[in-house]
């Protein structure tokens, strides 16, 4: 699949300022500094498309982007960010939060983690609440350049033993390194093509 562009909608914390329910969207969340914004920038082409940082705690708001005209990508705030303040980490919950609950174009959320680490507790528990909400997720395994295959072989085999005991089924998992761009036309094909189910099925129920 190819970029043909890329583009910053709108910076956004309540509903009211989020774009119109118009494009199909997908949207980035994880633990700071698991490489959301990294990925975006990676997927799109644009290296300065979303801010990154080496400090956690760069995303302090959603970021909207669409790509083609035909789907959006939403960066979120990180979870789970200790040194945050209390008070700004309860303000990024409830964007988040608020965001999950209203989005009805949410096709799927994309849950972020750092490929390095054994099922972490906060991930798991993130990934049971997004189950309890019925919103359709998949796994992203991030920054696999930092480790060799063995070991990364080592990890995946722990979380899907820890996904088995919560589901039936596995989500849809993805490997990346937005260093390497390992795993680019994975997710770009996968959301090029979810986004053309969403789209017709819409166009049909509108018929
Ligand atoms: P917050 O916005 O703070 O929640 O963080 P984030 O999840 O958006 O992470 P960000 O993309 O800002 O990346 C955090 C750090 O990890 C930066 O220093 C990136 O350069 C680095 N990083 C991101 N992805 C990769 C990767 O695939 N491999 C390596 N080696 N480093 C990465
Ligand atoms: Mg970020």
Redesign the pocket.
Known sequence: MIIRSADFIISAVEPKSFPKLELPEFAFI??????????I??LSGKKLL???????????TLNFFCINGAWNIV????YG?AKTSKTEREKFSRSINSYLRVRQSLIWLFI?VDSRHKPLAQDIEFVEHIAKMEIPFVLVF?????LGKIELEQNIANYREKLLQMFEELPPMFF?????RTGKEGILNFMDEQAAQYASAIRKLAK
């Open positions: 994880g633990r700071s500094n698991v490489g959301k914004s990294s990925l920038n990676m979303a801010k990154i940082s080496n400090k956690p705690g760069k995303t302090r960066d979120m705030p990180g960010y972020l991030t920054k696999i350049d930092k990346i390194s937005s260093v390497t």
